[in-house]
């Protein structure tokens, strides 16, 4: 079976600073797959290139066995991949309702672009539907720039899924959250893999040894290890690299 | 589902109709009295609220703050202008300008959208200032001069006719063109296309992420205004009789611009509010003193220190609420039960 997500050989640079280099790995379908590494390792440099943020200067993106190499972010999108990033980027002048039906827009049929906005019946229902699964009913006609940064967490999770994606990259989704809320987050995400495949950037070792069926080591923009969580742990490589500072 | 912008929208729309009925007793009222001169400054005034409607689009709801928006409505004058010398016709010179607009729109909005806030500003400025000059030195547009002699024509609505020379039925013409362009802006901004326009104004590095591509809604936005405005300007020539470049050059578009932050950016109905007050301080304030502009300048200075949100920021929140209120009757009932409030008023009565 082709895997949802296949990272080939992909490397960008800055200037002479090679920000990701040669890194390749496979996300499959219904997984949790987790890139960890040190501050400055690549990995969010890694989202910007599949997501189509950033265009790779060498290798390859296949979502779904379809070459996306450096196509723009709403392309990507179409694809079936969907983003969220480590400092939350919502509408913050709209509420909360609001930018999940801006996000689930994606669902009508294109002939409902020029028509009034309540005709817009699956992308209204798929809202009502986030924004209980999310349990931010009560808050659905709250600006989201007022909302607490736990909620507003939450509901950039909540955008990303609203428009029915195949692949889902969350960038750093527990940062800044109370310990709570983090364990919170955790079962949510744990949750996801019914509907789609995980990719995500980690940074608590406890979260990402309980929840990752498989995980990514970067270090200095390379990929230093992969495998099984017990695997990587094991890794005498990953442990001087990482471990060793942590 | 409760809809912010639909529900403040719905209040525009109040402030519209109630605009609309001032000016049909304005308009009663000239025909009563025999009156040229308010009848024919109100018609100016519609026509550049439809300019002003242009830049509140793309400020308001896109997002972006357009220094030359006159370069549009220019165009439609002078093409106007140009069709009813050769073939007296209101709808081929309406479709003339829409046409002619349409074009420069596109082409204007691929340079422009190559960049975005300062740069933008100034690059719609440079291009409403470099097309101005250009007519401002063409000889066969009248140079300097304008052109002259547009000479006064009949419309046809199947039997019946409105002569563009007849005040009152010229402005309600105007009024019915203007409106138009208001109620297409509107409904387009009440549907999911809309909607990513005003996302955009929030947060424009997001939208490609949600699957929409951020240039093209710019330039859907940026080609809408420059159509409404082209078709604004399209009336001006069948109004005054000439086009002179001075209606593209940046005194146009920037008295759009403050009739916008008057009448309150991000409202449409504000742009139509703010263009009328505009005409009407210019024209109270000309008659005291030549040196009008500076009082518009100070008072422009004071809204935006004291009133940001513009006259319809002021008017709009009150009649949302009384909206609001009067659409709730039927819905779910109000914290408190309404009978033992009123059973409350009665014992309250006595002392």
Known sequence: MTPVLDIRDLGVSFGGLKAVDQVSFQAQRH???????????????????????????????????????????????????????????????????????????????????????????????????????????????????????????????????????????????????????????????????????????????????????????????????????????????????????? | MHDRLTQSMRASHLLALLFVLASLALAAMGTATDDTFYLRLGTEALIFAGLALSVDLLLGYSGVLSLGQALYFGIGAYVSALTLMKVPSFWLAMAAAFTASLLAAIIGGLIANRVRGVYFALITFGLAQVLAKVVYNTRELGSSDGMIGIPVIEIAFGPFSVSTGSPVGFFLIVLVVIMALYALTAYLLDTPFGRVLTALKSNERRVPFLGYSAWRARMAAYVLAGVVAGLSGALYPMLRGFVSPELMFFATSGNAVISVVLGGVGTLAGAIYGSVLLVILKSIIGSWTEHHLIVIGLI????????????????????????????????????????????????????
């Open chain 1, 31 to 246: 997984r949790i797959t987790t890139v960890i590494g040190p501050n400055g390792a690549g990995k969010s440099t890694l989202f910007n290139l599949i997501s189509g943020a950033l265009r790779p200067h060498r290798g390859q993106v296949l979502i779904d066995g379809v070459d996306m190499t450096g196509a723009a972010p709403e392309r990507t999108k179409a694809a079936g991949l969907s983003r969220s990033f480590q400092i939350t980027s919502l509408f913050s002048e709209l509420t909360v309702a609001e930018n999940l039906r801006l996000a689930a827009q994606v669902l009508e049929p294109v002939g409902r672009t020029l028509l009034p906005i309540s005709r817009s019946t699956r992308a209204l229902a798929k809202t009502g539907q986030m924004l209980d699964r999310f349990q931010l009913a009560h808050k659905r006609d709250d600006l989201v720039g007022n909302l607490s940064h736990g909620d507003q967490r939450r509901l950039e999770i909540a955008v990303c899924l609203a428009s029915e994606p195949k692949i889902l990259l969350l960038d750093e989704p527990t940062q800044g959250m109370s310990h709570g809320d983090t364990a919170a987050t955790a079962e949510l995400v744990r949750g996801l893999t019914d509907d789609v495949t995980v990719l995500l950037i980690e940074h608590d070792i406890g979260l990402v040894m309980s929840l990752s069926d498989h995980v990514v080591v970067m270090h200095q923009g390379r990929k230093l290890a992969e495998g099984s969580p017990d695997v990587v742990r094991a890794d005498p490589a990953v442990q001087a690299a990482y471990f060793g500072h942590a």
């Open chain 2, 300 to 351: 422009f200075m004071l809204c935006v220190l004291f009133l940001p949100k513009g006259l319809a920021g002021v008017l709009r929140p009150p009649v949302e609420a009384w909206l609001s209120r009067h659409r709730r009757i039927p819905g779910p009932v109000p914290d408190a039960p309404v009978l033992p409030a009123i059973a409350v008023d009665t014992k309250a009565a006595p002392q």
